[in-house]
């Protein structure tokens, strides 16, 4: 078995968290039981895909950050 530590966004976490307990309740075992789950779709999702593929999905999410952030930048400059 392996420890993983990461820091991750607050209210994924938060967001996870509630989907748990309202789906089973928030018992021993029942985080790490969805992070593996979560793991699990996510390779099936993504392992027959080609280095090809896998490329172009990442740069069309970078992509989409740097719109986001575009975006982000605009509406602030927008109420001053």
């Known amino acids: ?10 209210e ?4 996870f968290r509630h ?3 309202v789906r ?8 790490k039981k969805a992070l593996e ?3 699990l779709d996510y390779i ?4 027959d895909k080609t280095a090809e593929e896998m490329a172009v999905d ?4 970078r992509n989409q950050t740097v719109l986001e ?4 930048s605009n509406d602030l400059f927008r109420y001053y």
């Open 24 to 31: 089973s309740e928030l018992k021993k075992g029942t985080i």
């Open 12 to 15: 994924i976490v938060r967001r």
């Open 44 to 47: 099936e999702k993504h392992e």
């Open 19 to 21: 989907v748990i307990y």
């Open 1 to 10: 078995m392996v420890r993983v530590s990461t820091n991750l966004d607050d």
């Open 58 to 61: 990442s740069e069309v999410i």
């Open 69 to 72: 952030k575009i975006r982000f």
């Open 37 to 39: 789950e979560a793991m």
